[in-house]
């Protein structure tokens, strides 16, 4: 009986939850790439670089997502770029504190070719 009931609960949660919003192709690819950049940002403070063309970079995709989402949008925008901005943390960790060096190296062509896709957008990059 209670397995009953913990479904019927999900199914009414799901159904009283307010309906996401879908970003468009151009919203997502700006999401995420600030949020591929906020973690480049992060990681370059932790290890004491220069983090200053990072957030250059990042502002100007956080000012072009700004441009392209409506109020309703915003939530889900934000959720993508957190999603983002974990999954490359995620990269730059295993980069740096890997015992498999096979795998760091895989980690830094895949941010290394996510943070140049992203600058690529950009003028002057």
Request: hydrophobic share 50%; aromatic share 6%.
């Amino acid at each position: 009986m209670s397995g009953i009931r913990t479904y019927l609960a999900g199914v009414l949660i799901v159904l009283w939850a307010p309906p996401a919003v879908a970003l468009p192709p151009l919203a997502q690819t700006f999401a995420i790439c600030s949020g591929q950049l906020s973690a480049e940002v992060t990681h370059a403070w932790v290890i004491g670089a220069d983090s200053t063309p990072l957030e250059a970079q990042r502002a100007q995709f956080l000012a072009m997502l700004d441009a392209v989402v409506t109020e309703d949008m915003r939530p889900e925008a934000l959720n993508l770029r957190i999603e983002a901005k974990v999954a490359h943390a995620d990269l730059l960790s295993t980069i740096s504190f890997s015992g498999d060096p096979a795998r760091a190296v895989w980690a830094s062509a895949r941010a290394t070719s996510q943070i140049e896709a992203c600058g690529s957008m950009l003028l002057g990059q």
